[in-house]
Every structure is written in C-alpha cells, then in structure tokens.
C-alpha cells in the first residue's frame, strides 16, 4: 500500500521565520503534487514536481523532490501570516484513477 | 472560466436519513473525484467518476454512492447517515487523469446529529 506520511503534523511559528515541512514514502511516486487549503475552501495546487532531484521555486517557497522519487520537502522563507493553512501532499496511485494524499501539515504563522 | 462549484455548502441531517450533495466541474473536465476530509483523517477518496463511469472507489461503505450524469456534473449519496459522516465532502475535477492539477471545489460541509 503506497502512503505518504507527512512532518509535521503541525508547525506555529512567528512570522519571519524559515520553516520546512516535510512528505515521506517508502514507494517511489512519478510525480509528487503540493497543494495548500485555506479555512473554508478545497486545496489549491502549488506546484508539481516530476523529476527526481528538481527544485521548484514559489516566490519564498522551494519545493525539492528526493533523487530517489521517494520523498520531498516544503521550504518557505521569511514566513508570512498569509502562508498559513494546511498543506497537503499528494502523488498518483499505482492505480491511474487515484491520488494517495498525505495527511497534511497545519501551518500557523502568528503577527 | 468559472470555477468547480459545489452545493449545498452546509447541510444539517440527523441520524438516518439520506443526503445527495452536487458537484459542477470546470467547463471541459470530464474526471470528477470525491474526497472526505475530517480533521482526523484528512483527505480520504471516496471515489473518481469520467465519463459517466466509475473508474475507482475508495474504501468506503456501500452507504456511500455516486454518479455523474453526461454534462460531467456529479452527485453523491450517502444513505443511512451515522454520526461518523460528519465532514466536508470536497469534489475535484482535472481533465482527465489525476496527474493533472485537481481543481477543488469549495466543499460541503456535513453534520449529522
């Protein structure tokens, strides 16, 4: 059964600060998709990441995928209030048809 | 282009009842998929409708059923409702494979008393 575990769970931090979060498999995943919720809304797409070993820049968010496919991580810069959500990783299936979703990392940035 | 709309956004059911929730897809998406998010669970599929065809279900109970009709437009059903069923039933829709960017919608948010 192919999982993506995700780290943490939950992060508070102060605005300004750097942070990283983090989705982990044991399996190798084509790609890896990060997306953010917001209160009250569906997940928004933030960036796909195909290749192993690619970076993906956001403005003040990097998105690395491991070498191995099997892993990436979520690096945001000089945090800021309006990053905050949940952010949830999510890669395809060995199945065409369906997504395996992390469980996602609640993101607090305080003023 | 107007975005994937879901309705109703909140819904209030009681203990067995039944309820149908509807999910419009972006104009020329043909894939529809249904996810149950609770906050502890997080997202967990329900499953994926193109083409008027159910390509996959997640493990769910058979209480939970859906179907898209031919304009793409999609609909659940969750019979016998128990209090577990209290979440936001979010729909997403890509082009046609779920490589693709899923585009959410806004979600309905379920509470069974």
């Known amino acids: 059964t192919q999982l993506l575990e995700q780290s943490p769970q939950f992060l508070s931090i102060q605005e300004g600060e750097n942070l990283t979060v983090y989705c982990n498999s044991s399996s190798v995943f084509s790609s890896l998709q990060w997306y953010r919720q917001e209160p009250g809304e569906g997940p928004v797409l933030l960036v796909t990441?195909?290749?192993g070993g690619e970076v993906k820049k956001l403005k003040r968010l990097t998105f690395q995928f491991g070498d191995a496919r099997k892993d990436s991580s979520l690096h945001i810069t000089a945090a800021q209030p309006g990053d905050t959500g949940l952010y949830l990783c999510a890669g395809p299936g060995s199945s065409n048809y369906q997504l395996i979703w992390g469980a996602g990392t609640k993101l607090i940035i305080k003023p | 282009k107007a975005g994937v709309t879901q309705t109703p956004r909140y819904l209030i059911k009681t203990r067995g009842q039944q309820v149908t929730l509807s999910c419009s897809p972006i104009?020329?998406?043909?894939?529809v998929s249904w996810y149950q998010q609770t906050p502890g669970q997080g997202l967990q599929f329900l499953f994926e409708y193109f083409s008027e065809t159910q390509r996959n279900k997640g493990n769910f109970p058979g209480r939970f059923s859906g179907r898209q009709f031919s304009n793409s437009r999609s609909e659940m059903n969750v019979s016998t409702l128990e209090l577990g069923d209290s979440a936001l039933y979010l729909c997403?829709?890509?082009?046609?494979?779920?490589?693709?960017?899923?585009?959410f919608g806004p979600g309905t948010r379920l509470l069974v008393l």
């Open positions: 997403a829709s890509s082009l046609g494979t779920l490589q693709e960017t899923q585009y």
């Open positions: 990441v195909v290749t």
């Open positions: 104009s020329g998406h043909r894939s």
